[in-house]
């Protein structure tokens, strides 16, 4: 079974803090991205790679940094959180299935 | 533009069939796609239909028209489990070519009551 992990589930942090948000996944997948999720607005891209040290803006980038240092590791920065950034992020990977993608469990962040 | 729109709401009995449209509007189209959420949980990979037609596993249907830009998923004999938010999602056609882009949409929430 493809197994997608996420450094935390719930995380809390201060204002202007840096924060990291580690995923990992186990089948070799090329393509990560990063997604946040906010209640009413769906499931929203911010930033994919489609290889190592390869990475696109998505859909709401600002705040926002990644990192793909090796195949298997995909990180999302926030550079100097904000209140307006509490919210549930997911990162998936893509499966062989067209638009299949697996997901991590979430980490669930919030910014005092 | 490309969005996707599906019914925000949807409620059914335990033991009922239940169907959850989702019609899109894409420049090109490589597939439909559901995904399965339950509150709390992460996305779970549902099904793919690229040709018209249904597709059945196990309790769970979706159905394809391209010609109509409109698909559903049909939930049968419907279990208390399966309250859940669905997505539907297709290719993102304005990214590159293999990179597994979604769009998702907003998301169907399902309450199966008793």
């Known amino acids: 079974d493809v197994k997608v992990t996420q450094s935390s589930r719930y995380l809390v942090k201060r204002t202007g803090e840096k924060v990291f948000l580690e995923c990992v996944q186990d089948?070799?997948?090329?393509?990560m991205f990063w997604y946040r999720q906010d209640p009413g607005l769906g499931l929203r891209l911010i930033y994919f790679?489609?290889?190592?040290?390869?990475?696109e803006k998505g859909d709401i980038p600002e705040g926002y940094s990644v990192s793909r240092e090796k195949k298997e590791r995909f990180s999302l920065i926030l550079e100097s959180a904000s209140t307006n950034q509490t919210s549930m992020y997911l990162c998936?990977?893509?499966?062989?299935?067209?638009?299949?993608?697996?997901f991590g469990p979430g980490t669930r962040l919030t910014v005092l | 533009g490309q969005s996707l729109e599906q019914p925000s709401e949807v409620t059914a009995v335990e033991g009922a069939i239940v169907q959850i449209n989702c019609t899109y509007q894409?420049?090109?189209?490589?597939?439909l796609s559901w995904y399965q959420q339950h509150d709390g949980g992460a996305p779970t990979f549902l099904s793919y239909?690229?040709?018209?037609g249904l597709e059945e596993t196990g309790r769970f249907s979706s159905f394809l028209s391209r010609s109509d830009s409109y698909g559903y998923l049909l939930l049968q004999e419907l279990q208390m489990k399966d309250s859940a938010s669905y997505f539907c999602?297709?290719?993102?056609?304005?990214?590159?070519?293999?990179?597994?882009?979604?769009?998702f949409g907003q998301g169907t929430t399902l309450q199966v009551k008793p």
């Open positions: 998936a990977s893509r499966g062989l299935v067209p638009n299949e993608q697996f």
């Open positions: 089948m070799d997948h090329e393509n």
């Open positions: 790679s489609y290889d190592v040290k390869m990475k």
């Open positions: 894409t420049s090109g189209f490589y597939g």
């Open positions: 239909n690229a040709l018209d």
């Open positions: 999602a297709v290719r993102d056609q304005s990214a590159p070519g293999n990179t597994g882009k979604l769009i």
